[in-house]
């Protein structure tokens, strides 16, 4: 944490600011699955801790309890969010970001099949799918609107879902990644395009 501190200090000094990016929270309106995901960390912040893990990426990434506060204060949902990117952009806005992730899961989803033969009596298989888009706080134009999938069968239950749920979030973050690093260079302002 030090380091990334003096990082910003050495940015800030060159009036360089790296952008920063908001990462909301996603709706789960619909989904049968979506009691399961209380049991594990939030997905939003999931993805901010794979992005972090990244290192190609210049900017600074804001707490997710700082954006979904953002989101209560200004009487948002996490579904309207995606739905209607004025209000996303005004959630961006509001904690400062020049850009803002937000997302919905239309599929998280846990069946169990039995088994013939085996250790366990049956096999769960769940698929879980996440319509995600990146828009551009200032323009509110959406830089990235993709659906990330994974279907995943284990033998332990809720297992598969949760192994479907981080696979679907790890193929989110590198696109992400991949989108945000193409990035133009700080313009000194804080923000930046893509």
């Given at each position: ?24 929270e996603f709706s789960t309106v619909g ?143 590198r696109r992400i990644a991949e989108l ?8 000194g302002r804080g923000g930046g395009s893509?």
């Amino acid at each position: 944490m030090t380091l990334l501190f003096a990082f910003l200090l050495a940015l800030n000094a060159a009036g360089r600011v790296p952008p920063v990016l908001a990462v909301a929270e996603f709706s789960t309106v619909g989904t049968a699955g979506a009691p399961l995901l209380l049991e594990m960390e939030p997905p939003n912040a999931q993805l901010v801790r794979l992005l972090l893990r990244d290192r190609t990426l210049a900017l600074r990434i804001l707490p997710v309890d700082r954006v979904r506060g953002a989101t209560r204060e200004l009487g948002f949902r996490p579904e309207e969010l995606y739905i209607w990117t004025g209000r996303a952009a005004a959630v961006a806005r509001a904690v400062g970001a020049d850009w803002i992730v937000t997302g919905r899961w239309t599929h998280l989803d846990l069946e169990s099949l039995p088994r013939p033969t085996g250790e366990f009596p049956t096999v769960s298989v769940a698929h879980a799918a996440l319509q995600l888009r990146v828009l551009e706080a200032a323009t509110r134009r959406i830089l990235l609107e993709e659906t990330f999938t994974a279907t995943r069968a284990d033998g332990r239950g809720t297992a598969a879902l949760v192994e479907a749920v981080e696979a679907v979030l790890l193929r989110a973050a590198r696109r992400i990644a991949e989108l945000l690093t193409r990035s133009a260079p700080f313009d000194g302002r804080g923000g930046g395009s893509l």
